[in-house]
Protein backbone atom coordinates (compact mmCIF):
# COMPACT_ATOMS: atom_id res chain seq x y z
CA UNK A 1 0.00 0.00 0.00
CA UNK A 2 1.28 3.38 -0.75
CA UNK A 3 0.12 6.76 -0.63
CA UNK A 4 2.01 9.23 -2.77
CA UNK A 5 1.07 12.88 -1.67
CA UNK A 6 2.39 15.95 -4.10
CA UNK A 7 1.59 19.15 -4.75
CA UNK A 8 3.40 21.34 -1.56
CA UNK A 9 5.96 24.45 -2.32
CA UNK A 10 6.41 27.95 -1.11
CA UNK A 11 3.60 30.41 -1.37
CA UNK A 12 2.99 34.08 -0.14
CA UNK A 13 0.54 34.83 2.57
CA UNK A 14 -3.05 34.61 0.54
CA UNK A 15 -1.93 32.44 -1.98
CA UNK A 16 -3.13 29.04 -2.86
CA UNK A 17 -2.08 25.65 -3.64
CA UNK A 18 -3.35 22.13 -4.29
CA UNK A 19 -2.50 18.99 -2.60
CA UNK A 20 -2.76 15.56 -4.14
CA UNK A 21 -2.48 12.46 -2.56
CA UNK A 22 -2.95 9.00 -4.91
CA UNK A 23 -3.57 5.36 -3.32
CA UNK A 24 -1.69 2.08 -4.80
CA UNK A 25 -2.73 -1.24 -3.46
CA UNK A 26 -5.72 -0.41 -1.60
CA UNK A 27 -9.03 0.00 -2.38
CA UNK A 28 -10.40 3.03 -1.10
CA UNK A 29 -14.21 3.77 -2.69
CA UNK A 30 -15.49 2.93 0.99
CA UNK A 31 -12.83 4.65 3.12
CA UNK A 32 -12.78 7.69 3.96
CA UNK A 33 -9.79 10.14 2.95
CA UNK A 34 -7.99 12.88 5.05
CA UNK A 35 -5.34 14.96 5.43
CA UNK A 36 -3.38 15.71 8.95
CA UNK A 37 -0.51 18.48 9.18
CA UNK A 38 2.25 18.53 11.13
CA UNK A 39 4.29 21.99 12.31
CA UNK A 40 7.94 22.08 13.33
CA UNK A 41 8.10 21.39 16.92
CA UNK A 42 4.37 20.60 17.44
CA UNK A 43 1.99 16.73 16.75
CA UNK A 44 0.24 16.03 13.98
CA UNK A 45 -3.61 17.44 13.89
CA UNK A 46 -6.47 17.17 11.69
CA UNK A 47 -7.15 19.34 9.00
CA UNK A 48 -9.49 17.67 6.73
CA UNK A 49 -11.62 14.46 5.77
CA UNK A 50 -13.98 13.15 2.99
CA UNK A 51 -16.21 10.19 3.28
CA UNK A 52 -17.14 7.23 1.18
CA UNK A 53 -20.60 9.13 0.49
CA UNK A 54 -19.00 12.50 -0.01
CA UNK A 55 -19.48 14.25 3.05
CA UNK A 56 -16.60 16.16 5.16
CA UNK A 57 -15.49 17.78 7.82
CA UNK A 58 -13.01 20.07 8.53
CA UNK A 59 -10.33 21.67 11.14
CA UNK A 60 -12.12 25.54 13.01
CA UNK A 61 -8.80 26.63 11.54
CA UNK A 62 -9.20 26.09 7.99
CA UNK A 63 -12.89 25.47 7.65
CA UNK A 64 -13.99 27.91 4.83
CA UNK A 65 -10.53 28.43 3.60
CA UNK A 66 -9.47 24.42 2.34
CA UNK A 67 -11.75 21.76 0.56
CA UNK A 68 -11.31 18.37 0.56
CA UNK A 69 -12.44 16.19 -2.45
CA UNK A 70 -11.85 12.57 -4.14
CA UNK A 71 -12.08 11.12 -7.15
CA UNK A 72 -12.64 7.53 -6.31
CA UNK A 73 -11.62 6.34 -9.78
CA UNK A 74 -7.90 7.95 -9.52
CA UNK A 75 -8.29 6.39 -5.99
CA UNK A 76 -7.06 9.89 -5.37
CA UNK A 77 -7.78 12.40 -2.58
CA UNK A 78 -7.29 16.15 -3.17
CA UNK A 79 -6.96 19.61 -0.66
CA UNK A 80 -7.67 22.68 -2.52
CA UNK A 81 -6.07 25.10 0.11
CA UNK A 82 -6.96 29.22 -0.44
CA UNK A 83 -6.21 32.08 1.49
CA UNK A 84 -3.34 30.76 3.01
CA UNK A 85 -1.78 31.83 6.25
CA UNK A 86 2.17 31.55 7.96
CA UNK A 87 0.70 29.26 10.51
CA UNK A 88 -0.45 27.22 7.86
CA UNK A 89 3.26 25.97 7.33
CA UNK A 90 3.47 22.27 8.12
CA UNK A 91 3.95 19.12 6.30
CA UNK A 92 0.87 17.64 5.29
CA UNK A 93 0.31 14.02 5.77
CA UNK A 94 -2.74 12.05 3.50
CA UNK A 95 -4.18 9.02 5.19
CA UNK A 96 -7.16 6.13 4.85
CA UNK A 97 -7.63 4.17 7.38
CA UNK A 98 -4.40 1.99 8.85
CA UNK A 99 -1.96 4.05 6.42
CA UNK A 100 -0.01 7.30 5.99
CA UNK A 101 1.41 9.14 3.31
CA UNK A 102 4.84 10.37 3.17
CA UNK A 103 4.21 14.04 3.56
CA UNK A 104 4.63 16.98 1.59
CA UNK A 105 5.82 20.34 3.18
CA UNK A 106 3.66 23.48 2.35
CA UNK A 107 5.73 26.84 3.18
CA UNK A 108 3.38 30.20 3.66
CA UNK A 109 6.01 32.93 3.92
CA UNK A 110 6.64 36.26 2.21
Known amino acids: VQLQASGGGLVQPGGSLRLSCAASGIGVTAMPMGWYRQAPGKQRDFVARIGSDGSSNYANSVRGRFTVSRDNAKKTVYLQMNSLKPEDTAVYYC?????WGQGTLVTVSS
Open 95 to 99: NVPGF
